[in-house]
């Protein structure tokens, strides 16, 4: 048994988890472009605007990073988690510019269980985000690993 909240059994296709919203400054920006992406587009918001982004951009894996801290907080913490074996896609459909407030869900799209260890089960999932305008800048495809309830 667990005390955590979300287990295998928990997800079942078709639910679909809120993911809540999160402001975008262009601090943090600035702040992840300087160590992991610094393309001018993500460190100036003039060279922000002369690209094809029309201001100052999060870098796409900046908004993988969002994404991943607004999961976490939504449930992730919370499950019995054991992590992904990969990710099927990750697609950045719109720039996440400053100032832009992010709100997204998780959907759950198949789930099976694993056959070499009974206690654990496999989820897929369709992560979206959407800025504040509900234009979606991203959409993820992967599957969880996650501990069940009970075995068998």
């Not at 999160?22 to 605007?49: C, N, R, W, Y």
């Not at 907080?73 to 510019?97: F, I, M, N």
């Not at 099976?112 to 009974?118: D, G, V």
């Amino acid at each position: 048994m667990t005390d955590k909240r979300w287990a295998y059994e928990d997800f079942e296709v078709g639910a679909s988890i809120p993911l809540g919203s999160k402001l975008v400054t262009a601090e943090e920006i600035i702040e992840f472009a300087s160590e992991f992406d610094p393309q001018p587009m993500h460190l100036d918001e003039e060279a922000g605007k002369a690209s094809i982004l029309g201001g100052l951009s999060a870098s796409g894996w900046h908004t993988c990073a969002i994404f991943m801290r607004m999961i976490c907080d939504a449930y992730l913490l919370d499950s019995t988690s054991q992590g992904a074996p990969g990710v099927d896609h990750v697609k950045w459909r719109k720039p996440v510019l400053a100032g832009d407030t992010l709100t997204g869900r998780s959907t759950v799209t198949a789930r099976r269980l694993s056959q070499s260890r009974p206690a654990l089960g496999f989820v897929t999932f369709r992560f979206e985000l959407f800025n504040q305008n509900g234009e979606t800048v991203f959409d993820m495809q992967n599957t969880g690993m996650f501990l069940r309830r009970a075995a068998g």
